[in-house]
């Protein structure tokens, strides 16, 4: 009897122990999941983006990456929406769980770029722009986009079961700007109503000079306005021995140019945010003894600031128009239509700040990184929705940036080792803010 007492004892004990056990081995949490998964689709990535990378495609012509990006998602077994603006897919997930319904974005094309790095998978690719026959790469790192936009895809299937809401997997074409004469990029997107019903966006840019791992941002204005110019000065055409016969738009145009650099550094607040005025392009004459009837010239305009941008025009407008009439000429400024300010909502990235930090260590985050004078087309979802752009790393680690290439050069190159960090970053955006908007 006091041998079958100690048996019950004995189970007792075991029982008491394994309920122990399964107290503190808790199921990993869906963050902990998807950070376990993209550690694990990270190969599959990298093998992906040296297949876009090596099959690069210019803007509103990205037919094979559509393709391999819509195949991917057709075998993850989500509705797939092809030739969206032209040459996009986009892929919608549902999970089953309620939630709101999130954007996660990434860009296709390559740049009209001869590609010179030293890498198994480089580009040899060729492509027509501007009529011309032009070798194509991927300068800008949107391979490494779509790359991890198709592994958040895969990781974000995995757990959808305890997913909170809808995502749309958005593959956007011509964010480097479309063709003359065609529409495309994020504005189409829009017009054609990928955006409708969702309630955010987010998208990322990989940086060749930010060491992998590294992740930079910033709320409100990220990356600048843009707009192009044209100035057309009609003068009278005469000898080049008699400049008074005549009226020179050459002269003209250089006054233009002198004066048109007071449109920044004494028209604008330049301490609240920077703008820039360059012009690009001069073109007038056929000989050097012919003063010409016309002269054209191009430029692009930056501004972080939708105030002083329109301050900006009004100002450059001015002083085009009376300096060609001081000098007897007719000059006519138009400002062509071109990106909005990439900006992000302030709530939107104080809600995510914590996701940044988690999941890229507080050491590795910058969250407010200088404004970039560059443009982005994401900006045109951000005029509908409330959007969160930001930069991850794709040097190698303990490289010197100065070393490292600019981007849209022949030497670009972003490193294997910086996808992970999107990989993760891009799928825990999806899950905490499903779980903040619960």
Known sequence: MKRLFSVFVALAMVTQLTASTIKTDPKPSLKE???TLSKEIEPKVVNWRHWVHENAELSNREFKTAA???AHLKSLGFEVQENVAKTGVVGILKGGKPGPVVGLRADMDGLPVKERADIPWASKQIGEYNGEEVPVMHACGHDTHVAILMGVAEVLNSVKDDLRG??????QPAEEGAPPGEEGGAELMVKEGV???MDAIFGLHINSKTEAGKVRYRPAGIMAAVNSFNIKIKGVQTHGSTPWTGVDPIVTAAQIINNAQTVVSRGLPLTKAAAVLSFGKIEGGVRNNIIPEEVNMIGTIRTLDAGMRETLFERFHTIVKNTG???GAEAILTINRGYPITY????LTAMMASTFTEVAGTENVESSMDAITGA?????FQEKIP???FFIGGMRKGQDPKTSAPHHTPDFYVDDSGLLTGIKLMSRMVVDYGEKRK
């Open 195 to 197: 955006i409708e019903g």
């Open 387 to 389: 959007g969160l752009y």
């Open 68 to 70: 391999y990006v819509a």
């Open 325 to 327: 009439e001081s000098n």
């Open 376 to 380: 982005e087309d994401f900006s045109f």
């Open 33 to 35: 999941r998807v950070i």
């Open 344 to 347: 992000n909502n302030p709530d």
């Open 166 to 171: 809808t995502v749309k997997f958005i593959f």
